[in-house]
């Protein structure tokens, strides 16, 4: 089996792949910045960016995980998503790993939008220009057990409203799903393809109707509320001076989040024969709630 680095493995979507890639047989290096309990079949490398080498020595194939969703400024997103890619794509090429998957974000489509598509196709186009045999995979919303960025959604799903941008289209994807594909790519040759992948819901999910979905998710009936893009640029600002460097709704979220669609490109799907989605909405948002619920998170 592949020896595979994976650096975010201690995060939402990486550690759902270091249990798949174990449970496939795949031994794994992965970046920590604090130490961990012994796990057979992982080599943990404490450190960041300095020890993104000893990450890829040995390995047959790099998934880059690792990124920043949320920073309170320019650098922050920078240092994470731009600077970090680029540490990772040389230390692959410093341990003669050609197979790089690199995870991006539909955000990358729409780089004027916020800072964090900016910097996340920024990171794409280092990937792009490297002499590596890679593939990127752009996610849309990731949920499952253990994500916190939709938590707030399951929340007020519970409380029968949910706030909501100005009218739009989305996609979404369990986390499981991705961690299929992201092995998959791994263990095949890279086609140099940027690929967009959803859960194939048909016609992807509109504002309302994922929260109609989140509702019966837990239990509850909901009624969309769809808010203009000053109001919430208000509560950004607001959410901001209140919970500083932990609010979710942030400035530069707020045009990305009024975007009218965020719903994966058919065309740019991977071949069938390579990856399909196989966990259903009315299936996996259940069982998120549940997880939620579980861990008193609801």
Known sequence: MSVLAITGGTGFVGSRLITRALADGHPVRALTRRAQPPREGVTWIEGALDRIGALCEGADAVIHVAG????????????????????????????????????????????????????????DALVTASDRDWDIVRPPAIYGPGDMELR?????????????????????????????????????????????????????????????????????????L???????????????????????????????????DWTADPDRRPPAALWQPRITAAEGLPATAQWYRANGLL
């Open 68 to 123: 920043v969703v949320n920073a309170p400024d320019r650098a922050g997103f920078v240092a994470g998503n731009i600077d970090g890619t680029r540490g990772v794509l040389d230390a692959a090429k410093a341990a003669g790993v050609a197979r790089f998957v690199h995870v991006s974000s539909l955000a990358a489509r729409e780089p004027d939008l916020s800072t964090y598509g900016w910097s996340k196709a920024q990171g």
């Open 226 to 260: 769809s808010l203009p893009r000053p109001l919430l640029a208000i509560a950004a600002r607001v959410a901001r001076a209140v919970q500083g460097d932990k609010a979710k709704l942030t400035p530069d979220r707020v045009a990305y989040f009024c975007h009218p």
């Open 152 to 224: 707030d959604m399951f929340w007020l799903a519970t409380r029968g409203v949910m706030p909501l941008p100005p009218p739009g289209k989305l996609s979404i994807l369990h986390v499981d799903d991705l961690v299929r594909l992201l092995l998959a790519l791994a263990g095949s040759k890279g086609a140099r393809e940027i690929y967009e992948v959803d859960d194939q819901t048909p016609g992807a999910w509109t504002h309302d109707s994922f929260a109609r979905a989140l509702g019966r998710a837990v239990g509850q009936r909901v009624m969309p």
